[in-house]
């Protein structure tokens, strides 16, 4: 007997969940109202719904609740979908939104197959994709505060007489000899550099967790693997690892270049077929650090110091990936250099490549580790 499906769709938010049900076949979704954000509200209404002569299929967006509902319907033996809000397709003309309006519009769009899954990371990738992010906040927090303190300074034309570049050891020291007639600016400075001084010693304790994790956590690995890439050290490597979770998921190369938004936009009709600047759609965080690494393969390929012992202990066919690379890298860079192209341009292109060199010693690493589990 063929059971019938329920596909569900669920508009979440901080507070409540609002629910929308679509049956199988052409009848409209009906509202079926809301439940609070909590688990045993959510196991209270799969009891509700769920009967023995059909199934449960379940999605809800992406957003800044996460996954946590995900693992709880999974938990039930409920079939979830996390869906893409930006692949979801958007009616021209709709000016209104409400939770009930979205929930029966997922429901819809779920049933008719219209809708995009994304990938869900393990509670280990996610925890490890936390501790890369928060570093990150601490170095965008770091570089406001000293734009901060930077602006105090240029409102009262106070700059060091010596030229030191700011932030040097020099600058810090110049600072050190800065005097104020007003009390309340004095405090005002004071402050700001004590800012800066408590959100450098942050990152110095996340950095000391990153390379706890580039020797313990489960994808230690793939972290010291992409280390045999030029321009690619823990903090990076760590990065890529986290975003990345499982190389498997990305069937080639070039699916993993376009989820990092690395390969150009285009529109073609016809005969004509016009390129134009990079898609930027998908991980951003990915993207950053690629193009950042990209810019080492401006000098020509070597094998130094730092770099040996990064690699000393890695399997041959990995460094022999990584030396492929830094070759055929900063070939192309001298090359669209030849050719006059934009910096910019230019990077981009290397970044690109880059990608598919990242993917491929992630591949590399994954069949390794199934052969050793073989």
Not at 10 to 32: F, T
Not at 147 to 155: E, F
Not at 281 to 302: F, I, K, Q, T
């Amino acid at each position: 007997m063929s059971l019938a499906t329920k596909y569900v769709g669920l508009d979440v938010s901080k507070q409540k969940i609002a629910i929308a049900i679509a049956d199988e076949g052409k009848q409209d979704p009906r509202y079926w109202g809301s439940i609070p954000h909590t688990k045993e509200a959510v196991r209270k209404w799969v009891q509700q719904v769920r009967s023995t002569d059909m199934t449960l299929e379940v999605c809800y967006e992406a957003g800044p609740t996460g996954y946590v509902l995900y693992r709880w319907l999974l938990e039930m033996d409920v079939s979830c979908t996390v869906i893409a809000p930006s692949l979801i397709p958007k009616r021209a003309g709709d000016r209104i939104k409400t939770d009930k309006r979205d929930a029966i519009r997922l429901a819809q769009l779920f049933r008719s197959g219209e809708l995009t899954s994304i990938y869900i990371p393990t509670p280990q990738d996610e925890a490890l994709r936390d501790l890369v992010r928060a570093r990150e906040d601490a170095k965008e927090d770091l570089n406001r505060h000293k734009q901060r303190l930077g602006k105090l300074l240029l409102r009262l034309q106070l700059s060091p007489s010596n030229g030191a570049t700011p932030w040097t050891h020099a600058y810090e020291e110049w600072l050190d000899t800065l005097q104020f007639s007003e009390d309340s600016q004095r405090v005002v400075f004071q402050e700001y550099r004590e800012t800066i001084r408590e959100t450098k010693e942050r990152m110095k304790r996340y950095e000391r967790e990153i390379e706890v994790q580039e020797e313990e956590s489960h994808q230690a690995p793939l972290i010291q693997a992409l280390q045999a890439l030029r321009g690619v050290a823990v903090l990076t490597a760590t990065t890529l690892a986290s975003e990345i979770c499982t190389i498997s998921r990305f069937p080639s190369a070039s699916a993993f270049m376009s989820y990092c938004g690395l390969v150009p936009s285009e529109r073609s009709s016809g005969e004509t077929r016009w390129q134009g600047s990079l898609t930027k759609a998908g991980n951003a965080h990915l993207r950053r650090v690629l193009v950042e690494s990209a810019w080492s393969y401006r000098y020509s390929p070597a094998v130094k110091r730092k770099m040996r012992e990064r690699v000393t202990g890695l399997p041959s066919e990995i460094q022999s990936i990584a030396w492929n690379a830094q070759q055929r890298l900063h070939h192309k860079y001298r090359s669209m250099m030849r050719k006059g192209k934009h910096k910019g341009t230019l990077v981009a292109a290397l970044a690109r490549e880059l990608a598919g060199f990242v993917w491929a010693i992630a591949k590399e690493v994954e069949r390794l580790d199934q052969k050793k589990t073989a």
